[in-house]
Nanobody, 119 residues
Framework: QVQLQESGPGLVKPSQTLSLTCTVS??????????WSWIRQPPGKGLEWMGAIRYTGSSYHSPTLKSRTSISSDTSKNQFTLQLSSVTPEDTAVYYCAREGLRGGVDYWGQGTQVTVSS
């Protein structure tokens, strides 16, 4: 059973960089069959795919967020990390990490972590 757990600050000030880490257990992020993704849901809105990373270290980003996002991984800790720069209150959301198949579709989700951007 694969489990994902997000960790990071719940409150970030505007213009700062948000950093979240996803720790994976029950499976390795070095497997070639999946993307390891970040998805968020702002209050009252739908899910927004932000980006993903593969076992090769290659990362993929939403065009709307590409200039502000960085995704990296630490295979020794079986973790992957999201950094979102220059945050504004519009970045307030529940942030999820997830495992996504190469042909699309998420089969495992983290429980989600609330991030609020406020001064």
């Amino acid at each position: 059973q694969v489990q994902l757990q997000e960790s990071g600050p719940g409150l970030v000030k505007p213009s700062q960089t948000l950093s979240l880490t996803c720790t994976v257990s029950g499976g390795s992020i070095t497997t070639s069959y999946y993307y390891w993704s970040w998805i968020r849901q702002p209050p009252g809105k739908g899910l927004e795919w932000m980006g993903a990373i593969r076992y090769t270290g290659s990362s993929y980003h939403s065009p709307t967020l590409k200039s502000r996002t960085s995704i990296s991984s630490d295979t020794s800790k079986n973790q992957f990390t999201l950094q979102l720069s220059s945050v504004t209150p519009e970045d307030t959301a529940v942030y999820y990490c997830a495992r996504e198949g190469l042909r699309g579709g998420v089969d495992y989700w983290g429980q989600g972590t609330q991030v609020t951007v406020s001064s």
